[in-house]
Nanobody
Framework: QVPVVESGGGLVPAGGSLRLSCVAS????????MGWFRQTPGKEREFVSA????????SIAESVRGRFSISRDNTKYTVYLQMNSLKPEDTAIYYC????????????????WGQGTQVTVSS
């Protein structure tokens, strides 16, 4: 098992910013593509963004394009999700996940998941 732990969620006004962090405590961290998903009650877990092991390739959902960005620091075993211009509809539990097979937007292809961190955007 690969421990995956998210942090950085909280309450923020509309238009504000948050940076989520995700630490995956594994020696082979750089071999894993990392992704962010989010989920609200009554909806399936939705892809947000992903980044390849070395950081050269990225994927971003259309719903957050231009506002969110993903990055990683393999020396710290950490992936980040910078969220700017937040909207109330961004409110969700945000999950970090690791995929051994490489960059993917499909939740079925991720091997390890964190417990999630709550992001609430007030109107």
């Amino acid at each position: 098992q690969v421990p995956v732990v998210e942090s950085g969620g909280g309450l923020v006004p509309a238009g504000g910013s948050l940076r989520l962090s995700c630490v995956a405590s594994v020696r082979t961290f750089s071999y894993y593509a990392m992704g962010w998903f989010r989920q609200t009650p009554g909806k399936e877990r939705e892809f947000v963004s992903a980044i390849s092991g070395g950081g050269a390739s990225k994927s971003i959902a259309e719903s957050v394009r231009g506002r969110f960005s993903i990055s990683r620091d393999n020396t710290k075993y950490t992936v980040y999700l910078q969220m700017n211009s937040l909207k109330p509809e961004d409110t969700a539990i945000y999950y970090c996940a690791a995929a051994w097979r490489g960059l993917t937007t499909m939740r079925d292809q991720y091997d390890y998941w964190g417990q999630g961190t709550q992001v609430t955007v007030s109107s």
